[in-house]
């Protein structure tokens, strides 16, 4: 039953990549893109969006840090489970991403009755949803955004709300919303009872595997870590620097984890172009 619900879901994303985003013109820009290949030894080829990789995964202990109604708060979830698909459009390598979170707790403050509930922009439980963009590691200088090799930098992923992209000649990181994070109105939640928080912003996914260009693996590691990381990513003109935050309550919050994701089909590498 989990395997035919993982495939159904699966092949619901191959519709959707499919319909939005087949259109997409080629591009000779810098990306950095996704490739695949079937054999070992092949030099492989772009991963088009009629023809996306699927993939499906887990994650370890999920740590999520903010402050809300003048408290510092830790929720822990033990893992998450995730399923999703990666492919290209016209600017850079692309991803969707579903994750399914088990029961949440409250760390700090010490709250053990306390158990708040994730809901996606479309009111599923536990569950939430992403769009990712393959960029490069940005080190804050404007010299290395108009350096026209990127090989040398590290990929990683920024992940931004469902239903928002970054589009040709964007100046900015597209805006939007992850879900929300509610609460129970019970006394073991104490100062945190009955407040409902929208989950906005941005936050960076760094690859540990593959780590750099041109390594190819059936497997993706992710990893994501406390504060903000500068990033560039390219619009189709030129690249942008971007700093990717997570908000919470439209204040700075840090989603830290690491997830394994193993590919359904071929094995991948990320290029430049």
């Given at each position: 039953?989990?395997?035919?619900?993982?495939?159904?879901?699966?092949?619901?994303?191959?519709?959707?990549?499919?319909?939005?985003?087949?259109?997409?013109?080629a591009?000779?820009?810098?990306?950095?893109?996704?490739?695949?290949?079937?054999n070992?030894?092949?030099?492989?080829?772009?991963?088009?969006?009629?023809?996306?990789?699927?993939?499906?995964?887990?994650?370890?202990?999920?740590?999520?840090?903010f402050?809300?109604?003048?408290?510092?708060?830790?929720?822990?979830?033990?893992?998450?489970?995730?399923?999703?698909?990666?492919?290209?459009?016209?600017l850079?390598?692309?991803?969707?991403?579903?994750?399914?979170?088990?029961?949440?707790?409250?760390?700090?403050?010490?709250?053990?009755?306390?158990?708040?509930?994730?809901?996606?922009?479309?009111?599923?439980?536990?569950?939430?949803?992403?769009?990712?963009?393959?960029?490069?590691?940005?080190?804050?200088?404007?010299?290395?955004?108009?350096?026209?090799?990127?090989?040398?930098?590290?990929?990683?992923?920024?992940?931004?709300?469902?239903?928002?992209?970054?589009?040709?000649?964007?100046?900015?990181?597209?805006?939007?919303?992850?879900?929300?994070?509610?609460?129970?109105?019970?006394?073991?939640?104490?100062v945190?009872?009955?407040?409902?928080?929208?989950?906005?912003?941005?936050?960076?996914?760094?690859?540990?595997?593959?780590?750099?260009?041109?390594?190819?693996?059936?497997?993706?590691?992710?990893?994501?870590?406390?504060?903000?990381?500068?990033?560039?990513?390219?619009?189709?003109?030129?690249?942008?620097?971007?700093?990717?935050?997570?908000?919470?309550?439209?204040?700075?919050?840090?989603?830290?984890?690491?997830?394994?994701?193993?590919?359904?089909?071929?094995?991948?590498?990320?290029?430049?172009?």
């Amino acid at each position: 039953m989990l395997e035919q619900t993982r495939t159904a879901w699966l092949g619901l994303l191959v519709m959707l990549v499919a319909g939005g985003i087949a259109s997409s013109a080629a591009s000779a820009g810098p990306g950095p893109f996704w490739y695949h290949r079937e054999n070992a030894g092949e030099n492989g080829v772009k991963i088009q969006a009629v023809s996306p990789e699927g993939f499906y995964g887990t994650g370890g202990t999920q740590t999520l840090k903010f402050t809300i109604a003048g408290t510092a708060v830790t929720q822990t979830a033990p893992g998450v489970k995730i399923t999703g698909l990666i492919w290209n459009n016209n600017l850079q390598g692309q991803a969707k991403l579903r994750l399914k979170f088990p029961p949440i707790k409250v760390t700090t403050p010490n709250l053990p009755e306390c158990q708040p509930e994730v809901f996606s922009q479309k009111g599923a439980h536990n569950v939430l949803y992403a769009e990712g963009h393959l960029a490069w590691a940005w080190n804050g200088e404007k010299k290395q955004l108009e350096e026209q090799k990127q090989e040398a930098q590290n990929p990683d992923i920024i992940f931004v709300p469902p239903g928002t992209q970054i589009q040709q000649g964007a100046s900015a990181l597209p805006t939007g919303t992850f879900g929300e994070i509610k609460f129970p109105a019970t006394i073991g939640c104490g100062v945190l009872a009955g407040i409902t928080a929208a989950i906005t912003g941005s936050t960076v996914g760094h690859l540990i595997q593959p780590e750099n260009v041109n390594q190819w693996s059936n497997i993706l590691r992710i990893s994501t870590t406390e504060g903000t990381q500068k990033q560039h990513f390219w619009n189709g003109e030129k690249f942008i620097g971007a700093e990717p935050g997570l908000l919470l309550a439209a204040l700075p919050a840090s989603l830290i984890g690491e997830d394994t994701l193993e590919m359904l089909r071929q094995e991948v590498a990320v290029r430049e172009s």
